[in-house]
């Protein structure tokens, strides 16, 4: 595995593959990898012909209040298992790399944006769409591969490729999960032994969303009761947000029928959790 800091190079060796003919797919991450990230590398690699990582914690998408100076970060481990995967490039710039003396465009995508993280999070999906664009003009991928674990994040990169008429496939995965059901995240290293269990009720409160929806109900605010009373029940984590929404607009939704994102942000300790499912049928 080729490991590459500079952005020129990057675009070099991206230009000569197409220019051969390959299929380059790229999975975009900040790191610090774990099993939902390694399941969309493979997944990149039977998309394409090569496969790109790249790993930047993005200082763009992070408020200052928030956690950009204690993100886990593992660089040696997360090039290990890249290369293992078989992955051809380690794409791993620094912020003086992307974010150069001068810098001053970003890219901003509407409506999608507004509810849910984008509430909690005003700067969040600038920042992600600024990075992405530019990660995506330096490696110049025909395919990149996004996880629904961050389904708010997959609608905005597929809205601005479209907008922006970016030519990339923009490929969707599902969550990936612990056994016991917990959705895997760079942050859970962040939970302490007693966080663990409270952690577990974000995917607990969705099975029991699903098995309302499955006998009947399809009252949002009842629904939304019920996985709120779970969450809650036996104290240790606060709710950020959790709303249902149309899978596609991210707006609220009053009552379920057909497809409908059940999303979830869970404050355990110092440590933010999101996980999400879709109701009511595929979207
Ligand atoms: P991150 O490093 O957290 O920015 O994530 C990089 C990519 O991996 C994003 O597309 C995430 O949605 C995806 N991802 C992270 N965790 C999971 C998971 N548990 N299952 C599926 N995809 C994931």
């Not at 660089?75 to 791993?92: N, P, V």
């Amino acid at each position: 595995m080729r490991i590459v800091e500079n952005v020129a190079e990057m675009r070099r060796l991206a230009e000569a593959w197409r220019a051969e003919g390959e299929k380059i797919a790229f999975v975009p991450t900040m790191g610090f990898l774990h099993e939902g990230h390694l399941s969309l590398l493979r997944t990149a690699r039977g998309l394409g012909t090569k496969s790109v990582i790249s790993i930047f914690v993005n200082p763009a998408q992070f408020a200052p209040t928030e956690d950009f100076a204690s993100y886990p970060r593992d660089l040696r481990r997360d090039l290990d298992l890249s290369a293992k995967i078989g992955t051809d490039i380690a794409f791993t710039p620094s912020a003086e790399q992307m974010y150069p003396e001068g810098f001053q465009t970003c890219v901003e995508v509407g409506r999608v944006t507004k509810n849910l993280c984008g509430a909690s999070r005003p700067i969040f999906f600038r920042g992600v769409a600024t990075v992405v664009t530019k990660l995506f003009n330096a490696v110049k991928p025909h395919a990149a591969v996004f996880g629904q674990k961050d389904f708010q994040q997959l609608v905005t990169i597929r809205r601005m490729v479209k907008d922006l008429n970016m030519d990339v496939e923009i490929v969707g995965h599902p969550i990936v999960r612990e056994e016991d059901g917990l959705a895997m995240s760079s942050r859970n290293t962040y939970l302490t032994p007693d966080e663990r269990p409270i952690a577990l009720r974000l995917s607990r409160s969705l099975e029991l969303a699903r098995q309302l929806v499955n006998a009947g109900q399809k009252d949002a605010g009842a629904i939304l009761k019920a996985v709120s009373d779970r969450i809650s029940e036996g104290g240790g984590a606060v709710i950020d947000y959790a709303r249902l929404c149309n899978t596609e607009t991210i707006e609220d939704v009053e009552i379920v029928d057909g497809p409908t994102l059940l999303a979830l942000a869970v404050w355990v300790g110092k440590t933010r959790l999101i996980d999400n499912c879709v109701l009511g049928g595929e979207p």
